[in-house]
């Protein structure tokens, strides 16, 4: 399992849901966007994102799930890949999950300067 939190300023929750989804998605041939859940009480909202796609490292499929929650001019973001190991009682390779992360980070790196 690999972790990221970061803080967006800038940019709606909304466009930055957009901008995620395509980054990830045309950036691995074999990512896909499984599903998403949106919440919205007065300026406040929260959207999870799932997204999975297959690891040739570990031989094995990797989910990310990704939870924005924000007001009008801040969003915060926290995602959480899963899978990409094989064995039965440790995890032994987390090289798929850590690129998959990665990845979400050079699609909300693409913002800068509106990222912590």
């Known amino acids: 399992m690999a972790k990221l939190d970061r803080t967006i300023t800038g940019i709606d929750i909304d466009a930055l849901a957009k901008h995620i989804i395509e980054g990830i998605t045309s950036g691995s041939i074999s990512a896909s966007f499984e599903d998403e859940t949106r919440f919205r009480y007065g300026d406040v909202s929260?959207?999870?994102?799932?997204?999975?796609?297959?690891?040739?490292?570990?031989?094995?499929?990797?989910?990310?799930?990704?939870?924005?929650?924000?007001?009008?001019?801040?969003?915060?973001?926290?995602?959480?890949?899963?899978?990409?190991?094989?064995?039965?009682?440790w995890k032994v390779n987390t090289f798929g999950e850590g690129a998959f992360l990665d990845k979400l980070d050079n699609v909300l790196s693409q913002l800068d300067p509106a990222t912590e």
């Open 46 to 89: 929260c959207i999870v994102l799932v997204f999975e796609r297959y690891s040739m490292i570990g031989s094995n499929r990797v989910s990310l799930n990704v939870a924005l929650f924000g007001s009008p001019d801040q969003v915060q973001v926290s995602a959480i890949t899963s899978g990409g190991s094989r064995a039965l009682l």
